[in-house]
């Protein structure tokens, strides 16, 4: 199961590699990226173990890129996905996975009511936002997230967690897709940020 | 094993075929994830991917083709000029159509796409939503208001009692949910239609914010699943401004038709913006996927213009290695025929048949000609077993075949001398000369059958052969043959006549020496009895006839024991000697006691040694100069006499020559050719062998001997001797032993 996961996410950044390294090739018009502090950045994650769950609180800063932006501007659904991992530590071996989270949220512009849309595709549930900064401040702060039941952990074992943010290329409209691989601006990603799981 | 399973898979038909048709089927599903990104958007990268590993695949697949077919024709394969012609060709038949159509199907994609996209259309949309809003404007005015009545309403309640007024005031204002909240968000009271459904919608930060700063917030938001809501905020203002101010926030559904209405706007608009902002990418994937079909249509032409050229030339190429094949010599080929049933194949089964029936005239001609070969080995075998010389020669003398035994007789190389005329033999050879001289007249007279006996005198020393002659008869086309069969009858001959005078001589010895004692004694008894009482005048006449007698019986008995001696001849004790030093020997006894003779000799120092018995040699001698003091002196006269000695120098042999000769009146010419023949003589005395014993004795030695009468006056006696090599240069015994064993032979 855990295999399945990690699995996955290999494949999944290995096809974008390849997608990567081949369509670089292709004759297709290139148009360079204006280079700013764009990105998704984790600032803080942390949590609390209350009544035996863990919480997660976390603090991201999405700054899309331009395209990203204008493409938003244009009704383009943006899909943001952020992956939890809690790993076992192993003295000799590589860690174990315990859990894999995945958390999936789509920002759409909606034209007539110039409202940001944020909808949560675990939950279904929408957040309307009167402007972009609003909805990413929404987005990036979360707040209570249930993460873990305690009883899955064993005692005197070391336990840590990683959080990835970033957006989902595989989820835009396909002929974006084959730009999105090709150019930059589209594979915005922010680093593993890695904490422990204190008992 | 690895090498082949990866030949078969790359020059194939079948995988190739089943990697177009599995590209062909994820091409259209391209497509369609292109046109459609509900059904097959998800697998839209992975086909992409598939894809271009599959064009990738056959790219390796036409190069690995490219490549067999370059060292084909770098090596000058059969055939391989042909398939690339024809790959060349094919290539172009495919390219040309194939571009065409992508060139104007890449014009249609461009302009049809940009037709989708119209200003007019455009506006036409941004107008519905603008008209879509102005319809909710009025709306919204209006609870605008009826929210700010009921927010004085609410002002003027105390807190505890407002959730209750509130219930109230929405059932009255007809709003979907009424919430009360404080100045920091936090939700003090709220009323809702369906209160299990949903929590209170709290406004954002922003309209939190907005609020803060006394301003009123009405907006349209769209509300989870349940459509379109239009949201009123406001600060309840208080007349008491040390009570804490709160905040009022109403959402009043909007009519469900109108809700549709504008929730259908706002899709078509959104959807024509996002259209009109993809027109690029889409623009790029419909190439995308366009160039790929294209790429893939290309390339399996490509690889379907190898296979076919490829298909095409193997039979022309087994042909020509078949041909080859036939070029150098081998027959044997069968070639693979074709598949197919067309003329290639045809032509294929005319080729095999021909190098069948080919096969099989070359196997029976080789049949024939091992026949023959065995049937001349066999002849050979024949003609080499013979004891007799075998010729044959054709009409100019030129030597045709001969067996080993021919050549041994006539002392010749017979492999090198095998298609030569005799008269170039000759020049080398010229012992053999007289040999020719015999046999030129009946070989060029077409002599049907002839005999001749030869007499040769070569390394060999002195040969008789018995030849005889005949035609044979000339195939058709062929020209007539002559042939020669010879024997080497001297041995023959030889001991034919020792043995007719060895009988003579027994006869003689046996007839004649008996009474001559009982006669000699007779003859003295009578003369010891009767000359003592007879008268001297009888006594005379009895005293001559016995002496007559007794000297005649002397004579007699010394010509039985001639007759004995050249009957029975000592064995013969070969060794080498210097021939001048035993003619200086035997000169001497003459020149000692004689004077009625003078005896001069030339002798040739360098004369080499010889083979040969030196009694017999000083017999022979003897009886020379005697023969010559008989024939020369007499009557006062004094015998001349000369001996020469020399070598002479024949081609492949040397001979040592004596000559004696006299001063006498010569051989008178009736009887020159049988001078050597016992009692053959010129002489009133003598026993007539001393000549014959000449020549015995020289024939003993291998040599001749031949009496002639020198221009100078008188005769001549001339024997010559074979010179063995090995005395003079140190080669084979072999002659010496020849001789040696003929000698004893003789005996």
């Known amino acids: ?199 | 094993m690895a090498f082949k399973a990866l030949t078969r898979i790359t020059l194939g038909f079948w995988p190739v075929a089943a990697l177009f048709v599995l590209l062909l089927i994820s091409l259209y599903l391209m497509s369609a994830a292109t046109q459609n990104s509900q059904q097959f958007g998800m697998l839209f990268s992975s086909l992409l991917v598939i894809n271009l590993l599959g064009l990738a695949v056959l790219i390796i697949l036409i190069g690995a083709n490219l490549h067999r077919l370059w060292r084909q024709y770098r090596n000058h394969v059969p055939g391989s000029r042909l398939a690339v012609r024809l790959v060349i060709m094919f290539i172009i038949l495919a390219l040309t159509p194939v571009s065409v159509v992508y060139y104007f199907s890449l014009q249609f994609l461009q302009h049809g796409i940009d037709s989708w996209f119209d200003v007019r259309l455009e506006k036409t949309l941004e107008d519905a939503l603008e008209l879509s809003r102005t319809a909710l404007d009025a709306k919204m005015r209006e609870y605008r208001k009826q929210t700010e009545s009921m927010a004085k309403e609410l002002a003027e309640t105390p807190s505890n009692q407002a959730s209750f007024l509130l219930n109230d005031l929405r059932e009255r204002s007809g709003a979907a949910e009424l919430t009360l909240l404080s100045q920091d968000g936090r939700i003090l009271a709220s009323s809702t239609v369906n209160p299990t459904t949903n929590l209170p919608h709290r406004p954002d930060d922003n309209i939190l914010f907005q609020l803060r700063q006394g301003l009123t917030y009405v907006g349209l938001d769209p509300i989870g699943e349940s459509g379109l809501y239009i949201r009123v905020a406001l600060q309840i203002s208080h007349a008491d401004p040390m009570t804490e101010s709160r905040l009022l926030q109403a959402l009043y559904p909007v009519a469900e038709r109108m809700s549709n209405l504008a929730d259908s706007v706002q899709a078509g608009y959104s959807q024509y913006q996002e259209l009109s902002y993809l027109r690029k990418p889409v623009k790029i994937s419909f190439t995308l996927t366009l160039s790929l079909v294209l790429l893939l249509s290309l390339l399996t032409a490509v690889w379907a213009a190898f296979y076919s050229a490829r298909r095409l030339v193997a039979p022309i190429r087994v042909l020509a290695i078949g041909t080859r094949a036939v070029a150098s010599g081998d027959y044997n080929r069968r070639l693979p025929l074709p598949p197919n049933n067309d003329e290639l194949s045809f032509l294929v089964q005319s080729f095999n048949d021909m190098t069948r029936k080919l096969a099989q005239a070359r196997d029976s001609a080789r049949e024939s000609q091992d026949k023959v070969e065995e049937h001349r080995t066999y002849l050979a075998t024949l003609l080499g077993r013979l004891t007799s010389g075998v010729l044959s020669l054709n009409k100019t003398m030129e030597l045709r075949t001969a067996n080993s035994t021919a050549g041994h007789i006539l002392g010749v190389d017979i492999e090198q001398v095998l298609g030569q005329s005799l008269d170039i033999i000759c020049k080398e050879r010229p012992y053999l000369q007289h040999f020719v001289d015999i046999l030129q007249p009946h070989v060029e007279g077409m002599e049907q059958e002839w005999r001749e006996q030869v007499v040769l005198f070569g390394a060999g020393g002195r040969q008789i052969l018995m030849c005889r002659g005949a035609l044979l008869p000339g195939g058709a086309g062929q020209e007539a043959e002559h042939v020669i069969v010879f024997d080497d009858v001297t041995t023959l001959i030889q001991a034919q006549r020792d043995a007719a005078w060895g009988e003579v001589a027994r006869r003689l010895a046996h007839e004649i020496k008996n009474p001559l004692t009982p006669i000699q004694l007779s003859a003295e008894r009578l003369r010891h009895k009767y000359l003592k009482v007879m008268d001297p005048k009888d006594a005379e006449v009895l005293d001559r006839s016995t002496h007559t007698i007794v000297q005649q019986v002397e004579a007699l008995k010394e010509m039985v024991k001639a007759f004995s001696e050249y009957a029975r001849p000592p064995q013969l004790q070969l060794r080498t000697l210097d021939l001048n030093q035993l003619i200086n020997e035997v000169i001497d006894l003459y020149r000692a006691d004689d004077k009625a003779v003078r005896i001069t000799t030339r002798l040739d120092p360098s004369l080499p040694h010889i083979h040969a018995d030196p009694g017999r040699l000083r017999q022979l001698l003897h009886n020379l100069i005697k023969n010559g003091i008989e024939a020369a002196g007499g009557a006062n006269a004094v015998a001349h006499i000369s001996i020469t000695s020399g070598c002479v120098q024949q081609p492949g042999f040397k001979v040592a020559e004596i000559r004696v000769c006299d001063t006498g009146p010569g051989f008178p010419g009736e009887i020159l050719a049988n001078i050597f023949e016992p009692y053959v003589t010129t002489k009133p005395k003598g026993t007539g062998l001393g000549l014959a014993i000449v020549k015995k004795i020289v024939e003993e030695h291998g040599g001749v001997v031949w009496a002639d009468n020198p221009r100078e006056g008188g005769a001549c006696i001339v024997i010559c001797f074979p010179v063995d090599s090995d005395l003079t240069e140190g080669h084979t015994h072999a002659l010496a032993n020849h001789h040696t064993a003929e000698a004893g032979g003789k005996q």
């Open chain 1, 1 to 199: 199961m855990t295999g399945l996961a990690r699995h996955n996410t290999f494949w999944l950044r290995g096809r974008a590699l390849i997608m990567g390294l081949m369509l670089a090739y292709l004759p297709v018009g290139f148009t360079t990226a204006s280079v700013q502090a764009e990105g998704i950045e984790i600032n803080n994650v942390e949590t609390r173990l209350v009544e035996n769950v863990y919480w997660l609180n976390a603090d991201i800063d999405f700054n899309f890129s331009n395209k990203t932006l204008d493409a938003l501007k244009n009704g383009v659904p943006i899909t943001i996905e952020l992956n939890i991992v809690v790993s076992r530590h192993r003295d000799y071996l590589w860690d174990e996975t315990i859990a894999t989270l995945q958390q999936r949220y789509q920002l759409q512009y909606h034209a007539l009511t110039k409202q940001y849309l944020l909808k949560n595709l675990n939950s279904t549930s929408i957040q309307s936002h009167s402007s972009l900064k609003t909805a990413l401040a929404a987005l990036g702060n979360i707040i209570n997230f249930p993460l873990l039941d305690k009883n899955l952990l064993e005692d005197h074992q070391q336990y840590s967690a990683r959080m990835r943010a970033s957006v989902d290329v595989e989820a835009l409209p396909v002929p974006l897709r084959l730009l999105a691989y090709i150019t930059s601006g589209w594979r915005l990603s922010s680093e593993w940020y890695e904490w422990p799981l204190k008992h």
